[in-house]
């Protein structure tokens, strides 16, 4: 499929985000695919990578925020209503599907999850900064935001819907403290993300690395390594 490179033979699917403006070989270039290489061949895991549309949509600073978010409806409606049919006749049967990502990669991953968690119940998201209004936006915002923000619409979540949350969806944030987890904010949206989660009863792991883990790769392989097996 356009737009989507998996490897493995058989296991539990996961879609993998790239960061920022990546596409769907960056997985594999930037060593993350031989990082859980051992799950792959043991047939645990088999890994879907998708392309991008974030030089479109929220990383074009040259439209206002709300118009950021309306067209992410886009890459969304292609998500879920192509990659994920696709995903699971691949697999040839019902499967949980696991998102994860880093970065940019990892407020997808979560705010997927958020908003499908019938789709995917389970969220590993490695350096992520949850709250697109921080993001050098400018412009009103609206409802293309409000939805496509899970700091703003989790903390109006309630009822019903909140309580189904509760018992189907577990989100894992994973964030170091070295170089650039500060200035990109995904250190300190990290915790308020999972503060916010803890605060409404929605199942949520924070696991913070040490100082000398940085905003990059290295770390991300590390940490995809280290927690994807306990999952699969």
Known sequence: MNGVASYGHWGRPVLAFPAEG?????????????????????????????DSFDHESWSNRGIPLEERARRHGFYEAWILGEVVPFVRADCGAVSELITCGCSLGAF?????????????????????????????????????????????????????????????????????????????????????????????GIRCELDLWGHDVAHDWPSWRAQLAHHLPRFC
């Open 22 to 50: 990546g596409d769907a070989g960056e997985f594999e270039r930037q060593g993350m695919v031989e990082a859980i290489g051992d799950l792959l061949a043991d047939g645990r895991v088999k890994l879907y990578c998708v």
């Open 108 to 200: 997808h991953a979560a705010n997927f999850a958020l908003k499908r968690a019938d789709n995917f119940p389970l969220a590993i998201c490695l350096s992520g900064n949850y709250d697109p209004a921080s993001w050098d936006g400018w412009g009103e915002r609206g409802d293309a935001v409000y939805f496509n923000n899970p700091m703003d619409y989790v903390a109006h979540m309630g009822g019903d819907h909140l309580e189904w949350l509760r018992g189907h969806l577990s989100i894992l944030l994973v964030c170091g403290q070295g170089r650039w987890e500060d200035t990109t904010g995904s250190l300190e949206s990290t915790r308020q993300f999972a503060a916010l989660l803890a605060g409404k």
